[in-house]
Every structure is written in C-alpha cells, then in structure tokens.
C-alpha cells in the first residue's frame, strides 16, 4: 500500500478491565485503595529505614531502593488506569504509550535485578557471616543499586528500539490497562513475527537469567544452613519462603507473559495486574515490616512525629488560623 491510503495511528485505545458502570466503580474504589496502600507503605520504608541509623546496613539500605522501584512500578500505569475507569474514551497518545513501554521495562526490568542484588546480600549474610562488613562496602552496596538501574536502562532501549519505528496504521485498540509491548506490537501494519521474537528473547533471557539466579542463591543458602542449628535452620527457612513467594509472584507473571508469548491476552492482563499492582504491596509486608528491627524503628518514629501532644498543637493551630 502507498503511505497516502494509510490512516496513521497517533492514539491507542486501552481497552482496561471492561464491565458494566458498577463494576466500574467498584474497580475505581479497589485500585485507588490499592495504589494508595502502595503509596504509603512504600513510602513509610523509605522514610523509616531513612530516619533510623540502626537501619543504616546493607540489607535495608536495598530494601529502601526495592520500595521506591515499587513505587515507580506501580505509578508508570496506575494512575492512568484509575483516570480511565471515570473516562467514558479511554485513550492515549502514541507518545504517552510509548513512554509507557519504556517505564515498565526500565522498572520492571530494574526490580529483577535489584532483586538478585538481594538474594546477594542474603548469601554473604547467611554463608560468608565473619566477612559480610568486608564484603559488603558502602561501593559496593552503591554498586549493587546502580546495576539494576544500568541493566533497566539496556533492556528498555533494547525493547523500545524494537517498536518506535513500526508502522501503525489499522486497529489501535490494546487489550489492558497500559501499553505493553507484544499487544502494541500486534497492531503494527507489517510482519512482526522477527520483532516479536527478538521481543521474547531479551525479555525472557533478562527474567529467566534473573530467576535463575535466585533460585541457585537460595538454594545455595538452603544447604549452607542445613547443618546448623534447627533454629538457625526455621529462621532461614521463614525468611527464603517470604523471599520466594515475592520472587515468585513478581517473576511467574513475567516469565508466562514474555517466555510463553501465545497465552491468551485477557490472561495476560489479569498476570500484568500481579506484577504492577500485588507485588509493591506484598513488599513491605513480606520484606520488611515482619522483621523487629523494622517495628521498632517505626514505633520510634511514631513516638517522634505522632505524639498526642503534637497532633493536639498542631490542630488547635490549624483551628485558631481558620477562625482569624
């Protein structure tokens, strides 16, 4: 066809969770909740592991950068997801969907690895305890935030290179909440099949290679503990399950989506939701707030910034300039 019988695309259509207006409203209500619950949470690691030295180690110090990469992965598409549940035309410029393929490859991506970065900690707590200070350095702590976010720059240029000169001149209606890259790439007006499995290779090869090293980290921990004490061994045992059910939560939905690329597209909206929304709220809880060092610190913060006597000043000063 000659370019003057297309009719470019310059919007998408995001299809987003159809039904009727109370089911609507009802997902309205639940995913504001939700983001709001992500917001806080999130954002209340931040500022504990922050405010509190004794939270100033390693451990935390990746813990805090897990809890903002949620906060980004749960903010690329969110929003604009609950803005469309009161829109009657739910549409996005092809700029705005572009933009969106880039920050969920570039957080997604980053909470992989930040994730190993983890796992690592974990290993040289559990298996090498006389040189975790050692090993452990403040660079090499900054080290292991850095490459998450270099690994998420690489896969995000890798993966949009692969769609911002396709063609788009047919159907712009994508079946989820936000513009994912093997639903954009399908209304593309030109064979797509080389793209979409280079699309599946370095996205497969990034969660799997990740996942992989998880799982031979924990698995390496498992047996390094074995001959220990059955304390040691419960505590470790508590802890690796947390960890795995996170891991697992996060990676199954990403490995079915990208390795297994002919599931179904409502399936996969459904495993998008885990990954954008479920995963940076289980985080906090699974990750941090079970642990007592954690608790303490925030009951600390409490007593600093929430004492009665302060909250009671603070509104007799709100109340006494309303009424100047």
């Known amino acids: 066809m000659n370019e003057t019988n297309h009719s470019w695309v310059t919007e998408f259509v995001l299809l987003g969770f159809s039904g009727s207006q109370e089911l609507q409203s009802f997902l309205l209500f639940i995913f504001s909740l939700l983001y709001l619950a992500i917001l806080l949470g999130n954002f209340l690691i931040?500022?504990?592991?922050?405010?509190?030295?004794?939270?100033?180690?390693?451990?935390?110090?990746?813990?805090?950068?897990?809890?903002?990469?949620?906060?980004?992965?749960?903010?690329?598409?969110?929003?604009?997801?609950?803005?469309?549940?009161?829109?009657?035309?739910?549409?996005?410029?092809?700029?705005?969907?572009?933009?969106?393929?880039?920050?969920?490859?570039?957080?997604?991506?980053?909470e992989m690895v930040i994730?190993?970065?983890?796992?690592?900690?974990?290993?040289?707590?559990?298996?090498?305890?006389?040189?975790?200070t050692t090993i452990m350095s403040r660079r090499v702590c900054i080290t292991l935030v850095l490459i998450p976010w270099?690994?998420?720059?690489?896969?995000?240029?890798?993966?949009?290179?692969?769609?911002?000169?396709?063609?788009?001149?047919?159907?712009?209606?994508?079946?989820?909440?936000?513009?994912?890259?093997?639903?954009?790439?399908?209304?593309?007006?030109t064979d797509t099949y080389v793209i979409s499995l280079l699309i599946v290779a370095d996205s497969g090869f990034l969660s799997l290679s990740s996942f992989l090293l998880l799982v031979v980290s924990y698995t390496v921990i498992l047996i390094t503990v074995r001959n220990r004490s059955s304390a040691s061994m419960a505590k470790a045992r508590s802890t690796l399950t947390a960890h795995i059910?996170?891991?697992?939560?996060?990676?199954?939905?990403?490995?079915?989506?990208?390795?297994?690329?002919?599931?179904?597209?409502?399936?996969?909206?459904?495993?998008?939701?885990?990954?954008?929304?479920?995963?940076?709220?289980?985080?906090?809880?699974?990750?941090?707030?079970?642990?007592?060092?954690?608790?303490?610190?925030?009951?600390?913060?409490?007593?600093?910034?929430?004492?009665?006597?302060?909250?009671?000043a603070v509104i007799r000063n709100v109340l006494f300039l309303e009424m100047k």
């Open 46 to 110: 931040i500022l504990t592991v922050t405010s509190d030295s004794r939270l100033h180690t390693p451990m935390y110090f990746l813990l805090a950068n897990l809890s903002f990469i949620d906060i980004c992965v749960a903010s690329f598409a969110t929003p604009k997801m609950i803005a469309d549940f009161l829109a009657e035309c739910k549409t996005t410029s092809l700029e705005a969907c572009l933009a969106q393929i880039f920050s969920v490859h570039l957080f997604a991506g980053g």
């Open 245 to 312: 059910t996170v891991v697992t939560l996060f990676f199954g939905p990403c490995i079915f989506i990208y390795v297994w690329p002919f599931s179904g597209y409502s399936v996969d909206k459904v495993l998008a939701v885990f990954y954008t929304i479920f995963t940076p709220i289980l985080n906090p809880v699974i990750y941090t707030l079970r642990t007592k060092e954690v608790k303490a610190a925030m009951a600390k913060l409490k007593s600093r910034y929430l004492k009665s006597g302060q909250v009671s």
């Open 115 to 132: 994730l190993v970065s983890m796992a690592y900690d974990h290993y040289v707590a559990i298996c090498k305890p006389l040189h975790y």
């Open 150 to 189: 270099g690994v998420g720059l690489i896969h995000t240029t890798s993966q949009l290179a692969f769609t911002v000169n396709l063609p788009f001149c047919g159907p712009n209606q994508v079946d989820s909440f936000f513009c994912d890259l093997p639903l954009v790439t399908k209304l593309a007006c």
